[in-house]
């Protein structure tokens, strides 16, 4: 029986069965019947040595749960390509029958006789909000995180931290409902001081009307964002290990200093991952911005004034009126969109895993 | 370098829980004194309580008075990360930081300090990773992550990297409880050798390495599960094991009891 | 290794202090730079009238950290100073989140049981003219929970077997490119999906049963969500069947238990209460997205019980609708629909956070 726990390891991780899967139907009774060596074996060339009465009985059931199980992995796949297939083929005969270029067009008449419409002015808007947002939100997410692990008292942490979870669900259309009627007040007279004494900085220039502008959306963006990142953050330091926290404290570091040395390098990937999950929600996020943003279509830094938009609002808020072409512009806009998130999640995962790797094998 | 520890009357507690109570002890400077017991004696408590790491802890605190050299390490006046600076500790599980290598490890005690000059820091880490008995073993890879180490050298990297900011007193909690036996081997080579330097306090659960590498042992008990730990005796090594003055020491020498 | 190594340390030890005892600086210290940063704030503020409270308190803030440190380098040393500023600063994170969020609260609750009645519970949009106050959610109501219960009859079996397929059989490059677009797609933001639902089922797939044209509908607002909620079910379930400790699958392996039925009788058992945690909270967030509604939905003020044809509204659009429409009576309904929605997906939330707690414990 000496052997016994090997092999079933083997088994329990779901050892090499896998790889040479088709060759061997692999029911796990049939690996059990047989001698204790065979289970180690790394081809899986002692499994068709096993019992043959077993085997043929699990054959088929074995094989169609994993076949199952692939299939439902692969869609994921599918999925992925779908969504890309689908948005290309609806986007494209509208892109033919632009009469603007696409790329640099400051405008959106798709319904026109011919259609004019262009993404750039849509995502500048698109970076420039989801940018502006994670600027105000990551580092005040990042202290209310480490506040609540760290420098609170424990109970008052967990307490206010299941608050910020619960807020974290909180659906964004309440958000944009919420600054849409409470924080425009606010921001409209912010925007008036910012003009009267730091007019002479462009982003803070221009004659007004203030209110719906660049400014709010980021605003109501961060302060969606900020339970979100904060839940996870704060999920991140909490896992620090204590023998950790204990030898910088042992070294005679301050609690920044043990911050600093253990917790934070410790939490980076978990940080990064955190971050990038609030720029793809800020990036993708329609309605709070479709209810706070300006909606205009011109390129300009100029935050203050009514203005701006988005993709994702464009989207929302032209969606109703769309013709055909309409709708396969609209499409297009979703497309490129799909391309940018894309990119930023692809680039992240990249990041994490690399990190990922880094720790684990140092761990 | 090495300076003497003074305990009277030390109680500890962890909130409504006393964990030990009335600990009068002295430690005299470059010895290796153990401290044995049961589990839940308190020993491990009265060890990171003389480095104030005790009351990391929600809700610990510490009574009576402790001081190194005549200064009280508990005064008001008193700066924790000052006390920690002088009284390193050496944790049950090795703890490097997994975020960095090797090197950084050894010289983060010193980088906390603001000592930044490459070459200062890179000598600092030669002599207390040789000081260690590690140098020879990972000079060749200072840039690799210090966790990628077996369990035996990353402790020896902790100890590298407690002894890197030049303590006066190594506190060292079960060092050897989760190494294996030739690993632990080395750590005791190692306190022979430290012992020159440092004053060397040692919790253990092994008998035998107290024996081996301790001056002085001072046995802690308990009457039962719930009550607070105190000291039983504290005498030369050689008279615990030989010859204790007191029942419950060689009842626990023994093996009669605990 | 020699005793030479060991005496030949350089005369002074780098770090050590000559003695334990340091300047502190007194308790009141830090309370009078505070009211003295506030005096000083209020009478720039007041004295050059260039702002009101809400400056006075800015500028009283940054004055106080710069104070606090100027104190504590002259005092205590650096890493001192850095240690309270940090400090204070981590803290401040706090206190500044706190103040949107608790508005966005207390409006929500406020404003939101304005309309929290019968009639807003038992009546649909329907024949609701601009000037009538009455008006209710029932129709969104229904489309929610029809919507979010078939996307969580899709994705609840698609994602437990992807899950599967990742932790138990896959290996190599493919159970790699899976597990990492499952990763990629959670950061698909939810108007893609919409998009794609929109190209895919209601422009391409369902005029086939629908005489031609396009079939906005309920069931493809629930396909849409559960592209969304996909993603997190496979990733809380295959975390929990990760946790799931090997000498269980050894233990069904050691009777000679197929690989299938360990799996569907041992293994997903044992990490059920995780699993429908992660269901809970994927199903929360897809109850409050609002895009993917909008755009296959169609949205609709009628009462539409039937999921498959015509369109339907939901809690998330409903909020949207009426944050857009004109009649003063609309606010009063938006509000009372969010708080309707919050509940909801607070609800789950909460329940969901227990059930993981418990679990915790009994692991």
Request: with cysteine; net charge positive.
């Amino acid at each position: 029986m000496g052997e016994t726990p090997h092999r079933s390891a083997d088994a329990g991780t779901g050892g090499h069965t896998v790889t040479s899967s088709h060759q061997w139907p692999a029911g796990a009774s049939a690996r059990v019947a047989e001698t204790p060596v065979s289970g180690r074996t790394p081809g899986g060339d002692g499994l068709g040595g096993g019992g043959g009465l077993p085997r043929r009985q699990a054959f088929g059931t074995e094989r169609a749960f994993r076949g199952l199980t692939l299939a439902a992995g692969a869609l994921v796949l599918v999925i992925i390509v779908a969504i890309a297939a689908f948005l290309i083929a609806k986007a494209v005969p509208a892109l033919q029958a632009n009469s603007e270029s696409f790329w640099t067009y400051e405008g959106w008449f798709p319904n026109d006789n011919p259609p004019k419409f262009g993404i750039a002015a849509l995502a500048f808007g698109t970076v420039l909000t989801a940018a502006l947002a994670l600027l105000m939100a990551v580092p005040v997410a990042l202290g209310i995180a480490l506040f609540l692990s760290h420098y609170a008292p424990r109970r008052l942490g967990n307490a206010l931290g299941f608050l910020i979870d619960l807020l974290a669900a909180v659906p964004s259309v309440v958000f944009g409902l919420w600054g849409r009627d409470y924080l425009v007040g606010p921001v409209t007279d912010l925007s008036v001081w910012l003009n009267t004494y730091f007019g002479w900085i462009p982003i803070f220039g221009g004659d007004g009307p203030y209110g719906n502008s660049i400014l709010l959306g980021s605003l109501v963006l961060a302060i969606m964002a900020l339970p979100i990142i904060t839940s996870l953050t704060r999920e991140v330091f909490l896992q620090t290990p204590t023998a950790n926290e204990e030898a910088a404290l042992a070294l005679g570091a301050t609690r920044w200093e043990m911050i600093r040395t253990a917790v934070l390098p410790y939490g980076r990937p978990g940080v990064i991952a955190a971050v990038m999950l609030g720029l793809g929600r800020a990036l993708g996020e329609t309605i709070a911005l479709a209810l706070t943003l300006g909606s205009t279509y011109a390129i300009s830094f100029n935050i203050l004034e009514s203005g701006g938009n988005t993709i994702a609002a464009n989207i929302a808020n032209r969606f109703a009126e769309a013709n055909d072409t309409g709708r396969g512009a609209l499409i297009a806009s979703g497309l490129v969109l799909f391309a940018i998130t894309l990119l930023v999640n692809i680039a992240a995962r990249a990041i994490i895993y690399r990190r990922r790797e880094f720790t684990e094998s140092a761990a | 370098m090495a300076k003497r520890i003074d305990a009277s009357n030390v109680t500890a507690y962890y909130g409504a829980f006393k964990a030990i109570e009335d600990i009068n002890l002295t430690v005299e400077p470059k010895t290796v004194t153990a401290l044995i017991g049961p589990s839940g004696c308190g020993k491990s408590t009265f060890l990171r309580s003389i480095n104030r790491m005790h009351e990391v802890l929600p809700g610990a605190r510490v009574e009576g008075s402790l001081t190194i050299d005549g200064q009280d390490i508990y005064d008001r006046d008193v700066d924790v990360t000052a006390v920690r600076r002088m009284i390193g500790m050496v944790f049950q599980r090795p703890n490097p930081f997994p975020t960095m290598s090797i090197f950084d490890n050894v010289v983060a005690g010193l980088r906390l300090n603001g000592v930044k000059k490459k070459s200062v820091l890179a000598e600092s880490a030669e002599k207390a990773l040789r000081s260690a008995n590690l140098w020879d073993e990972v000079k060749d890879r200072l840039g690799k992550p210090g966790a990628g180490l077996s369990g035996g050298q990353q402790q020896r990297l902790c100890i590298a990297r407690t002894i890197a900011v030049e303590p006066q007193v190594v506190l060292m909690d079960e060092p050897c409880s989760a190494l294996d036996p030739i690993s632990t081997l080395a750590i005791e080579d190692l306190m022979f050798q430290l012992k020159d330097k440092f004053t060397i306090i040692i919790v253990t659960h092994n008998m035998q390495q107290a024996a081996r590498v301790s001056d002085r042992t001072a046995f802690f008990s308990i009457e039962k599960t719930g009550d607070p730990g105190r000291l039983i005796e504290y005498d030369n090594t050689q008279k615990i094991f030989s010859n204790p003055s007191v029942k419950k020491t060689e009842d626990y020498i023994t093996g009669r009891f605990g | 290794m020699t005793t030479s190594t060991l005496t030949s340390h350089r005369p002074r030890p780098p770090a050590q202090p000559a003695t334990l005892r340091t300047r502190r600086l007194p308790r009141w210290v830090a309370p009078a730079i505070g009211v003295a940063a506030l005096l000083i704030a209020a009478a720039v503020v007041y004295g050059a009238g260039i702002g009101g409270p809400v400056l006075v308190v800015v500028l009283g803030a940054l004055l106080y950290l710069a104070g606090l440190f100027a104190a504590a380098n002259a005092v205590e040393g650096r890493r001192s100073a850095r240690n309270r500023t940090w400090s204070a600063l981590i803290h401040s994170a706090f206190v500044l989140a706190v103040l949107p969020l608790a508005s966005v609260v207390w409006t929500l609750v406020s404003k939101g049981a304005e309309r929290l009645d019968g009639n807003f519970f038992g009546t649909s949009m329907n024949n609701i003219g601009a000037r009538d106050a009455n008006g209710g959610a029932y129709h969104a109501i229904i489309g929610t929970l029809e919507q979010v219960g078939i996307a969580t009859l899709i994705t609840v079996p698609l994602g437990l077997l992807c899950a599967i397929y990742v932790v138990e059989y896959g290996r190599g490059r493919f159970a790699f490119a899976i597990r990492f677009f499952v990763d990629v797609m959670t950061g698909i933001p939810s108007i893609v999906t919409g998009l794609f639902v929109l190209a895919f089922w209601v422009l391409v797939v369902s005029p086939v049963f629908n005489d031609g044209r396009p079939g906005f509908s309920g069931f493809a607002a629930a396909l849409a969500l559960s592209v969304l909620m996909l993603p997190t079910v496979v990733r809380s379930t295959e975390e929990m069947l990760r946790l799931v400790p090997a000498p269980l699958r050894e233990g069904a392996y050691a009777l000679g238990v197929p690989k299938w039925k360990t799996i569907l009788r041992v293994v997903l058992p044992t990490a059920l209460p995780g699993i429908v945690t992660g269901v809970m909270l994927a199903i929360a967030r897809a109850a409050g997205e609002t895009a993917p509604v909008l755009l296959v939905a169609g949205g609709g003020a009628a009462i539409n019980f039937n999921p498959f044809e015509n369109n339907q509204s939901s809690l998330a659009l409903f909020v949207y609708q009426q944050a857009g429409d004109a009649s003063k009576y609309a606010p009063a309904r938006a509000w009372t629909a969010a708080l309707t929605l919050v509940a909801l997906v607070l609800v789950l939330t909460i329940a969901a956070k227990l059930l993981a707690r418990r679990n915790r414990l009994g692991r």
